[in-house]
């Protein structure tokens, strides 16, 4: 069994940084691949970001890709997701997820089984 804590949301201004953070307990957590999603009410959960368990392959969503970065460190079971030049659209409700299943990164929340309670990024104008 793997928990997912998400931290490092809140309020920030057009064009700055925060970084998310989701920490994870259970010893398998370094053998799985891990997405980051994005939830606005209303809408469906989007993809975001996602690395491979090993941290060799990654894939992001064309609407941040040169703006986030997801990174991990197994040794703290910790996966985060840096972003920076921060826009209005970024506004939502962020998700950690881990997927258990052996393979390739996933863009699709159905592969993942586990999922954080989320963290709130509200951007301003």
């Known amino acids: 069994q793997v928990q997912l804590v998400e931290s490092g949301g809140g309020l920030v201004q057009a064009g700055g940084s925060l970084r998310l953070s989701c920490a994870a307990s259970g010893r398998t957590f370094s053998n799985y691949n891990v997405g980051w999603f994005r939830q606005t009410p209303g809408k469906e959960r989007e993809f975001v970001a996602a690395?491979?368990?090993?941290?060799?392959?990654?894939n992001y969503a064309a609407s941040v890709k040169g703006r986030f970065t997801i990174s991990r460190d197994n040794a703290k079971n910790t996966v985060y997701l840096q972003m920076n030049s921060l826009k209005p659209e970024d506004t939502a409700k962020y998700y950690c997820?881990?997927?258990?299943?052996?393979?390739?990164?996933?863009?699709?929340?159905?592969?993942?089984?586990?999922w954080g309670q989320g963290t709130q990024v509200t951007v301003s104008s």
């Open positions: 690395i491979s368990w090993s941290a060799r392959s990654t």
């Open positions: 997820a881990a997927d258990s299943h052996w393979g390739q990164i996933s863009n699709n929340p159905s592969p993942y089984d586990y």
